[in-house]
C-alpha cells in the first residue's frame, strides 16, 4: 500500500470527521471508502453515443407499436380484476380520492 499526503479545507476535513463517526470508522477508513466508491461509479458508468441512444428509442417505439394500444374498457375490466389492499397510512381519504379522480380524467382523455 502507498501513501498519499494531501492537504484539506478545515471545513471538507471536519465533515469527513462527521460522516466517519456516523458510520463509526477511523477517519482514514472513510477516506478510502469514499475514494472506491467514486472510482467504482467512475468506471461503472458509461456514456451512450448517439447512435445507441437512438437504436434505443426506435426499439422503444418497436416496441410500443407492437404491444398497440388499449381502450378504455379493457383498462376497466384489468382494474376490475386488481387485487385491493389497504391504502398506506400516510394516504389522507381525500389524497385517494384526488389520485383516483386523475386516474379517471386520464382513462377518459
Known sequence: MSQ???QLPETLRQQLINL???EGIPLEQYILYALTRQVTLTYSIQANSEIN???QKQSFKELLT???EINSTEIESILAEREVVDPEPELSSDTIVRLQQRIRNKLLS
Open 66 to 68: 407492437e404491444l398497440g
Open 20 to 22: 466517519a463517526e456516523g
Open 53 to 55: 441512444i437512438n437504436q
Open 4 to 6: 498519499l499526503n494531501i
